[in-house]
Nanobody, 122 residues
């Protein structure tokens, strides 16, 4: 069974940092790009970053320069380092597996995790 499990969320003050992890199992990790998404209450899910199996990366304009995505092939894990967090970035953060080129397009990803809550206090 294909599975993605996120961790690393929590409560952080504005300007602080968090590192999210996404562990994949049940499918060939190297064959998929992994994307990070977030969804705030009452808002649509938005793509914020993705990484290909060749380590090409994409970032949404809103996070570029503050967030860094990376992947560890030995651990089937993708990380999202988030710096200079803002209160408006409070959301549930999800990772997903899909084809490279999907970038932030939610409908093009095949497998999804359950999400991890990130709360940024002002």
């Amino acid at each position: 069974e294909e599975q993605l499990v996120e961790s690393g969320g929590g409560l952080v003050q504005a300007g602080g940092s968090l590192r999210l992890s996404c562990v994949a199992s049940g499918f060939t990790f190297d064959d998929y790009a992994i994307g990070w998404f977030r969804q705030a209450p009452g808002k649509e899910r938005e793509g914020i970053s993705s990484i290909s199996s060749d380590d090409d990366t994409w970032y949404a304009a809103s996070v570029k320069g503050r967030f860094t995505i990376s992947r560890d092939y030995a651990k089937n894990t993708v990380y999202l380092q988030m710096n200079s967090l803002k209160p408006e970035e409070t959301a549930v953060y999800y990772c997903a597996a899909g084809p490279w080129g999907a970038y932030g397009r939610v409908g093009e990803y095949d497998y999804w995790g359950q999400g991890t809550q990130v709360t940024v206090s002002s």
